[in-house]
C-alpha cells in the first residue's frame, strides 16, 4: 500500500471573470508515492506543483479524484481528523518560514509546544533534532544570524520534530547556491536514510531530482504527463517537456545550437542511439552498421551514471545507401532517434 496515493485528482478554481472557464490548476493526476521514496515532482512554474502540495497536506480539499495518505482517504475527513493528517506530515519552504522572533530552538520547539508535549521532554527532542541537523552550537541563535542553508537546517529539524513519516519540500533549495544546495540535499537523503521517512521534493530544478530522487513525476499544465524511476526518466523521456528538463543536467543529447554545427560538417543522416545497463551492447549494434555497409563517425555523445546504473547516448553520422534497413535493425533493440 503506497503511503501517498493520489487517484484522477484534479483542483480548479473560480474563474477570476464572470462567464469564463475555471481555472484548472491540478487535471486528473494520478500517482503511487511508497513509504521510504525520495519522489521528485518536476515541473516549471504555473504547472500545478505548489496545488498539488496541498491537496496532499490536506490544507485544500480536491474538486475531484480521491487523495489517500497512509491508507486513509482525506476527502471528506472533518477538520479534527485532517489535523491527525497534517501532523503526520512535515513541511519545508523555499523561504524557510521561521519564526524570527524565536531562537533557532525555539523554531524547532514551537510544533511540540502546539502538540502538547511536556517541558523537559520538548527540551530533550529540541536537543536530538539539532544534533541531527547538526545545529547544536545555534541553538541561542536567531533566524538572522543564520545563513541560507542553516534556516532550511533549522526548517527541517522543525519540520521533522513531531516525528511526521512524510516530508513534502517544496522548492527547499532554490534560493540556496549551489554548494548549500548540495548540503541540504544530504541531510535531506540522511532523513530519508536514516529516519525513514518518505519524501516528496517539488522542484524546477532538474540537478535536484538527479541527486536525490528515486522515482520523478514531471507536471506540465495541471498534468503528470511522465513518471517513473529516475533512470528511467533520465535514461529515455519520452515526453517533449521530460526531454527539456533532462536536457539541462544531461548533456548528451545535441541542443539546437551543437546540432546547427553538427549539421553544417555532416550534410548526411543523424541519429542518436541511446544505450543502457543490462540492454543491448554498444558493439552489437555497431555490428549492425557494419552489416548494412553503414559507416559512421561518432559526432556527440556522453555515458551517465544514475542511482548506480549507467547509460548513454551516441549521436552518429550514417554513410551508406541502405541506412533505413540497418535502423530498421537496430531499432528493434535498442531507441534510435533520427536528428532532425
Ligand atoms: P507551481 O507550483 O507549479 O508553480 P501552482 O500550483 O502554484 O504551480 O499553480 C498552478 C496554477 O493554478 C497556476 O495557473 C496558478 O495561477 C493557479 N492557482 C494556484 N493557486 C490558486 C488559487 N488559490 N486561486 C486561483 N488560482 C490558483
Not at 95 to 112: D, H, I, K, M, W
Not at 193 to 221: C, F, P, Q, W, Y
Request: proline content about 4%; glycine content about 10%.
Amino acid at each position: 500500500m503506497p503511503i501517498v496515493r493520489l487517484s484522477e485528482v484534479s483542483k480548479s478554481y473560480p474563474p477570476s471573470k464572470r462567464g469564463a472557464a475555471p481555472l484548472v490548476a491540478v487535471d486528473t493526476v494520478s500517482l503511487d508515492i511508497e513509504a521510504g521514496d525520495i519522489f521528485g515532482i518536476i515541473g516549471y512554474s504555473g504547472a500545478g506543483k505548489s496545488t498539488l502540495v496541498r491537496l496532499i497536506n490536506a490544507l485544500e480539499p480536491v474538486t475531484g479524484g480521491t487523495v489517500e495518505v497512509d491508507g486513509r482517504v482525506i476527502s471528506g475527513l472533518r477538520e479534527r481528523q485532517l489535523h491527525d493528517v497534517r501532523r503526520g506530515i512535515g513541511m519545508i519552504f523555499q523561504q524557510f518560514n521561521l519564526f524570527n522572533s524565536r531562537t533557532v530552538a525555539g523554531n524547532v520547539e514551537y510544533p511540540l509546544q502546539v502538540a502538547g508535549m511536556p517541558a523537559a521532554e520538548r527540551k530533550a527532542r529540541v536537543a536530538e533534532m539539532l544534533e541531527f541537523v547538526g545545529l547544536a552550537g545555534k541553538a541561542r541563535n536567531y533566524p538572522d544570524q543564520l545563513s541560507g542553508g542553516q534556516k532550511q537546517r533549522v526548517g527541517i529539524a522543525r519540520a521533522l520534530a513531531t516525528n511526521p513519516k512524510i516530508l513534502l519540500a517544496d522548492e527547499a533549495t532554490s534560493a540556496l547556491d549551489p554548494e548549500t544546495t548540495t548540503e541540504v540535499l544530504a541531510l535531506l537523503k540522511k532523513v530519508n536514510r536514516e529516519l525513514g521517512i518518505t519524501i516528496v521534493l517539488i522542484t524546477h530544478e532538474m540537478e535536484v531530482i538527479k541527486a536525490v530522487a528515486n522515482r520523478v513525476a514531471v507536471m506540465d499544465s495541471g498534468r503528470v504527463i511522465e513518471q517513473g524511476s529516475v533512470f528511467d526518466v533520465f535514461s529515455d523521456p519520452q515526453t517533449d517537456a521530460a526531454k527539456r528538463f533532462v536536457s539541462t543536467v544531461i548533456r548528451a543529447v545535441p541542443e539546437r545550437e551543437a546540432l546547427e554545427q553538427l549539421r553544417l560538417k555532416h550534410p548526411g543522416r543523424i541519429v542518436t542511439v541511446s544505450f543502457a545497463d543490462g540492454g543491448v551492447s554498444q558493439s552489437e549494434v555497431f555490428l549492425e552498421f557494419a552489416n548494412h555497409g553503414v559507416t559512421f563517425e561518432l559526432v556527440y555523445g556522453g555515458v551517465n551514471e544514475i542511482q548506480g546504473r549507467t547509460f548513454g547516448h551516441l549521436t552518429l553520422a550514417l554513410k551508406g545507401d541502405r541506412i533505413d534497413a540497418a535502423l530498421a535493425a537496430i531499432s528493434r533493440t535498442v531507441s534510435v532517434t533520427e536528428v532532425r
